[in-house]
């Protein structure tokens, strides 16, 4: 089921957080664009166009994010 940028917000800013995290950069992710966000159950599916800082160059990214009675957990993470 797809969702709205409204409806999936949580995920995405985890997404974005989780992606800033692991590049150990002074400079944060920022959302580019929403490409694709669906979904199933607790998992969303998320494809996003990000871009490190102000001046980086967007790239895309896959993600499988769960959620469960915990918070949210990245499942995969894949830059396309």
Do not use: W, Y
């Not at 709205?4 to 692991?22: G, I, K, N």
């Amino acid at each position: 089921e797809d969702e709205t940028l409204e409806e999936c917000d949580q995920s995405v800013s985890f997404a974005l957080q989780s992606l800033s995290e692991q590049s150990n950069s002074l400079a944060p992710f920022e959302l580019v664009r929403l490409v694709r966000a669906n979904r199933t159950g607790n998992t969303h599916d998320l494809e996003l166009l990000v871009r490190q800082g102000v001046h980086g160059s967007p790239i895309s990214v896959d993600m499988l994010i769960e959620e469960g009675p915990n918070g949210f957990r990245v499942e995969k993470v894949a830059f396309l």
